[in-house]
T-cell receptor
Framework: DQQVKQNSPSLSVQEGRISILNCDYTNSMFDYFLWYKKYPAEGPTFLISISSIKDKNEDGRFTVFLNKSAKHLSLHIVPSQPGDSAVYFCAANGFGNEKLTFGTGTRLTIIP | DAGITQSPRHKVTETGTPVTLRCHQTENHRYMYWYRQDPGHGLRLIHYSYGVKDTDKGEVSDGYSVSRSKTEDFLLTLESATSSQTSVYFC???????????FGPGTRLTVT
């Protein structure tokens, strides 16, 4: 049972445009959400996170939006740059739970 | 970069042989994790540790055991490797246990 779902395996976006990556979750006990970025042959790196008490968190070109009623979060990258081409993983965990549950990932390709 | 290394980085082994992967950190973080990454599954937690000699199972722990005798080292053992354990294995560390951690570079394991 996939508790964190990324339904788009891949996404292509023109350089300079907005990239929107989506993530859905089913476990209502999740209260903390994270995005990780992964380049080939490297480990994932933390990108941005959001707590369930917020609906938006921004860090430079990256913004994460959380819609708790829809159990949906999204990552916006504006403007998209070639170095953003990578696999993006959504992850979540619940209060008092040290274990992260990851989605299957979305491969983002930025077209120059 | 966070001080986290994995060894070996690549390994090919035969079905039925024991294999041990090592994760070493220099950050003195309390939490350590072992994940595997497979196409279509994202990252799945195998085992994690919340302190020396304190470990717990993740979602795909069957066929794996772990040990943590020192803060800096977390070992993952496949007692009798099977082809289904061919994967890329990532170690991660976290100070807070809320997923704001760092990942190692990964170990690519092939079981023939």
């Amino acid at each position: 049972d996939q508790q964190v779902k990324q339904n788009s395996p891949s996404l292509s976006v023109q350089e300079g445009r907005i990239s929107i990556l989506n993530c859905d979750y089913t476990n209502s006990m999740f209260d903390y959400f994270l995005w990780y970025k992964k380049y080939p042959a490297e480990g994932p790196t933390f990108l941005i996170s959001i707590s369930s008490i917020k609906d938006k968190n921004e860090d430079g070109r990256f913004t994460v939006f959380l819609n708790k009623s829809a159990k949906h979060l999204s990552l916006h990258i504006v403007p998209s740059q070639p170095g953003d081409s990578a696999v993006y993983f959504c992850a979540a965990n619940g209060f008092g739970n040290e274990k992260l549950t990851f989605g299957t990932g979305t491969r983002l390709t930025i077209i120059p | 970069d966070a001080g986290i290394t994995q060894s070996p980085r690549h390994k090919v082994t035969e079905t039925g042989t024991p294999v041990t992967l090592r994760c070493h950190q220099t950050e003195n973080h309390r939490y350590m994790y072992w994940y595997r990454q497979d196409p279509g599954h994202g990252l799945r937690l195998i085992h994690y540790s919340y302190g020396v000699k304190d470990t717990d199972k993740g979602e795909v722990s069957d066929g794996y055991s772990v040990s943590r005798s020192k803060t800096e080292d977390f070992l993952l053992t496949l007692e009798s490797a099977t082809s289904s354990q061919t994967s890329v294995y990532f170690c991660a560390i976290s100070e807070q246990g809320k997923g704001l951690g760092y990942f190692g570079p990964g170990t690519r394991l092939t079981v023939t």
